[in-house]
Every structure is written in C-alpha cells, then in structure tokens.
C-alpha cells in the first residue's frame, strides 16, 4: 500500500506549478457597477467617503492593507479632505512599479455625474489587478495608488485647480525619501469606453508606452490600442516632472466625457478586459527593462567608487597648483499641465 502513496506524492512534488490568476473582466466589472451604484463621488464628499470603504474593504478580503495619505488641500472653491490609498506587494526587490487611477469623479452641480468611465473604470481595474499580481511572484515590489483629487474643482481644468492626489503624493515621496524607490509609474484613467480607443500619449515616456503598444500588437488588440498620439494632461505629469518614467493609458475619446452619459450603457466590461490583458502582458518586459537598468547603474556606481581615491588625489593636486575649474550642471526642466 505504501507504494501508491509514494508514487501520488512524487508527482505533487514534480507537478507545474499554477499559472498566476488572469485578470478576470466580470470582477472588474461588478466593481465598476458597485462604485457607479454610489452614486456622485467628489473630493470631500460623503459618497468618496463611502467609496474609500468600499476600496479598502475589497483589498482587505484579498487579503491586502491599504494606508491612507490624508490632507486638507485648497481648492479655487473651498478647501477641500481629500485622501490617497496605497497598497503595496512585496517583490524580490524593494524597486517598485506603481500602477496608479484616480476614484474620484467631477463635481456638477447641474446633473447626477456617476462617472462610469471617467472615475470608476480605473478604480475597478487597479482592484482586479490587485487580486491577480498579489498572487505573482513579482521580480519588483507593487504599489497600487488610488488617487484622490485628478478632477478640476472649477468647471474649466486650468492652473493647479487639477491632479491634488498626484501632486500631494510625489511631493511626499520627495520628503520622505521614498520617490527614488519608483522606476515606472503606470496611470489608467477613462478605460471603460464601449469604443475603446487609447492613443500614444506624447507626454508620456517613449519606452514605456512602446512596451505596451508591443504588449497590444502581440495580443491583436492594436485595433484599441492606436498608433496615433495625443497630448495628455494628467496625473502621470507631476511624476514625470520629478523624474519617474511614466506611461498613461486613457480613452479621451469618449463621447460621454463630462456628461450625464457617462454611466454603465457607455462602459463594457470588454475594454476592461482588454486593457488588463495588454498591462499585464508588457509588465514583464518592463520589469526586465528596470532590472537591467538597476544593474547597470550598480555597476557603474561601483566602478566610481573604485576610482575615487584617484580621482580624489588628482583634485588635491590641481588645489595644490593653484589651478581653479568651475563646474556647472544644467538640469531639465519639464514643464507640462493637464
């Protein structure tokens, strides 16, 4: 009898192992319609309130904690409670890769603005990814950010009145240190759309957008995913603007943008679907595109280190002749808006 254990045993030991979880578009999806099903959800409100717990609650049946950034941010109306959540997922590496939306929705005053697509598609998209890379073993560390704020208090979008959520998070990270741990910032915005369309984004950094496109040419879902580009305003840009390659991935060509319209008959479960499909497909090119760079730059920092007394003895010598150089480093300014 012992041995059809042992034989039942050894092929446990030498089965494959399980492919990770494949985003699934109806989980997205049942998300999306929760959160629509809120109702309005603008910064400071009592329905982001809501949402926020429905975020969190949902993170925490994966088994996941997400921490709150909170703070008081003035708006041209009123200042305004606003809060980002942030989730992160151990990889080999402290690195990391932030996958970025923002949950909250436009305040109109003149219509019931629910903001299927433009609020809700990319809260319900980093939540089903959440469920799928919390299950892989990633080479780099994962941080889903929800962003509070993306959305214009006035009815224009001009100035600083616009990305509060981004804007207030990189600068944190500048504070306390922890930006330079971000290598790529991947942003999702407007994805429901029926007739999915995102265009290049010019904004964004060449080679991660180029690792996506890639990613939607080798599924055949470059009929979603143009060759066309465009110029977008985001909150991709005050990552950008501190340095972070950054890619975002929207639909701006939407019909029901800004309207009443902009609910569940707009969206499809189908562009969900395809979006998740070309994000996780590029990730591990841009995963391995990062790594490479990181050994590159260690290797480069280490070969500085082994020269320095050299280097070091050559400075005193020129001080000792009296021989003065002046240095002067030009840094690249950025300079963008939504």
């Known amino acids: 009898m012992v041995a059809p254990f042992l034989a039942a045993a050894l092929t446990l030991q030498t089965a494959a192992p399980l492919p990770p979880p494949r985003f699934e578009s109806g989980r997205a999806w049942e998300h999306l319609r929760q959160l629509v099903a809120i109702g309005p959800r603008p910064s400071g409100s009592p329905a982001i309130e809501q949402t926020r717990k429905y975020i969190k609650e949902q993170l925490a049946a994966m088994g996941l904690t997400a921490l709150e950034q909170a703070w008081e941010d003035e708006t041209p109306i009123e200042k305004v409670h606003m809060v980002n959540l942030s989730v992160i997922i151990p ?48 080479p780099l ?21 616009n990305t509060y959520g981004s ?47 890639a990613a939607a040419k080798h599924q055949d879902l470059d009929d979603s995913f143009l060759a066309e580009s465009t110029r977008i305003e985001d909150d991709h840009l005050p990552f950008l603007a501190a340095g972070v390659p950054s890619v975002d991935i929207i639909d701006l060509d939407y019909d029901a943008w800004h309207t009443a319209k902009d609910n569940l008959d707009a969206v499809s479960a189908r562009s969900l679907q395809i979006v998740g499909d070309v994000i996780v497909g590029a990730l591990p090119a841009i995963e391995a595109r990062l790594i490479k760079h990181s050994q590159i730059t260690l290797v ?39």
């Not at 964004?204 to 996506?212: G, K, N, P, Q």
């Not at 280190?305 to 070091?312: F, G």
């Open 91 to 138: 990889g080999a590496r402290k690195e990391r890769i932030v996958f970025a939306g923002h949950y909250d929705t436009k305040l109109f005053r003149q219509f019931r603005f629910v903001g299927a697509s433009d609020g809700a598609s990319s809260a319900a998209f980093l939540l089903e990814l959440a469920r799928i890379l919390k299950a892989r073993k990633s």
């Open 141 to 161: 560390t994962i941080e889903l950010l929800f962003l509070d704020g993306e959305e214009a208090r006035l009815p224009e979008w001009q100035g600083t009145d």
């Open 167 to 213: 804007r207030h998070y990189v600068e944190m990270a500048k504070r306390d240190g922890s930006l330079a741990a971000i290598k790529a910032l991947i942003l999702v915005d407007m994805i429901g759309d029926r007739d999915l369309d995102v265009r290049r984004d010019e904004n964004s950094t060449l080679w991660l957008t180029d690792a996506i496109w």
């Open 300 to 338: 480069n920092k280490t070969t500085v280190r082994r020269k320095a007394p050299r280097k070091d003895y050559t400075i005193r010598l020129a001080h000792h002749r009296h021989h003065r150089r002046g240095l002067r480093r030009k840094a690249d300014v950025v300079m963008m808006g939504h």
